[in-house]
Nanobody, 121 residues
Framework: VQLQASGGGLVQAGGSTRLSCSGSGFTWEYWAIGWFRQAPGKEREGITYISMNGDTTYYIDSVKGRFTISRDNAQKTAHLQMNSLRPEDTAVYFC???????????????WGYGTLVTVSS
C-alpha cells in the first residue's frame, strides 16, 4: 500500500496551493480519503475527509471555507485546494485512507508520507 502526497512548498499568506494524493496497492474507491497536518510543536490533526464516492465531506472549523477536498476515483487521486492561506497553516500535510460508515469517520488505516507547506507572512 502506498499513499503519496505532493504539491507542498512555500506560499505567501493569502495565497493558494493545491496538494495531491495518489494511492496504490489497495482498492482506492472502497476507502474514504482524508488529510491530516502536523504543525511545528503541535499534535497531528485531521482537517478534512471525503467519502468513497465524494458525496460527503468534513472540514474542521479552521479550514472551512478556505480548503476544498476532492477526489477522482478513475485516477486514484485526491486533491486539497488550499486558499487564503495563513501562517498558522504551516505544517506537514499527510493524506490518509480511512473508513466512513455513513455516520462516523474512523481513525486512518493507512498513512502516506507528508508534504511540507510553509506559509510566509
Amino acid at each position: 500500500v502506498q499513499l503519496q502526497a505532493s504539491g507542498g512548498g512555500l506560499v505567501q499568506a493569502g495565497g493558494s496551493t493545491r496538494l495531491s494524493c495518489s494511492g496504490s496497492g489497495f482498492t482506492w474507491e472502497y476507502w474514504a480519503i482524508g488529510w491530516f497536518r502536523q504543525a511545528p510543536g503541535k499534535e497531528r490533526e485531521g482537517i478534512t475527509y471525503i467519502s468513497m464516492n465524494g458525496d460527503t465531506t468534513y472540514y474542521i472549523d479552521s479550514v472551512k471555507g478556505r480548503f476544498t477536498i476532492s477526489r477522482d476515483n478513475a485516477q486514484k487521486t485526491a486533491h486539497l485546494q488550499m486558499n487564503s492561506l495563513r501562517p498558522e497553516d504551516t505544517a506537514v500535510y499527510f493524506c490518509v485512507a480511512l473508513v466512513w460508515d455513513g455516520s462516523r469517520w474512523y481513525d486512518p488505516h493507512w498513512w502516506g508520507y507528508g508534504t511540507l507547506v510553509t506559509v510566509s507572512s
